[in-house]
C-alpha cells in the first residue's frame, strides 16, 4: 500500500509564503510524476503544478512566477513552494502521485488534502 502525507498549510496573509510538503511511502518502486492540485469551496479540483522523475515541470498559468515545485526522488518527496500569495489560491492543496510502480502494478494515489486560507 502506498499513502500520501502532506503537511505545511496553513493561514497567511495576502503577499506572503508558504512551503508545502508531500512524502509518499510504501511499497515503492518509483513514481513517475508527482503534483499539486487545489480545490476551492464549490469548485473542482484543478492541476497547480506537476514535476516528472525527469524534472519537466508543467504549472497552470495563475501560479506562473509565484509557485515553485520541486521533488526529491530519493525521499520520494515534492514540495510546492508559493509565494506572493493571493486570497484566490485558498483552497485545500492536495498531493498527487501518478504511475507509481510498486513492483507488481502501476497506480496513482492522492493525498488527503491540507488546507491553505489567504486572508487578511
Known amino acids: 500500500q502506498v499513502q500520501l502525507v502532506e503537511s505545511g498549510g496553513g493561514l497567511v496573509q495576502p503577499g506572503g509564503s508558504l512551503r508545502l510538503s508531500c512524502a509518499a511511502s510504501g511499497s515503492i518502486f518509483s513514481i513517475n510524476t508527482m503534483g499539486w492540485f487545489r480545490q476551492a469551496p464549490g469548485k473542482q479540483r484543478d492541476l497547480v503544478a506537476t514535476?516528472?522523475?525527469?524534472?519537466?515541470?508543467i504549472y497552470a498559468d495563475s501560479v506562473k512566477g509565484r509557485f515553485t515545485i520541486s521533488r526529491d526522488n530519493d525521499k520520494n518527496t515534492v514540495y510546492l513552494q508559493m509565494n506572493s500569495l493571493k486570497p484566490e489560491d485558498t483552497g485545500v492543496y492536495y498531493c498527487k502521485a501518478a504511475r507509481v510502480y510498486t513492483g507488481s502494478y502501476v497506480s496513482d494515489y492522492w493525498g488527503q488534502g491540507t488546507q491553505v486560507t489567504v486572508s487578511s
Open positions: 514535476i516528472t522523475r525527469g524534472s519537466n515541470i
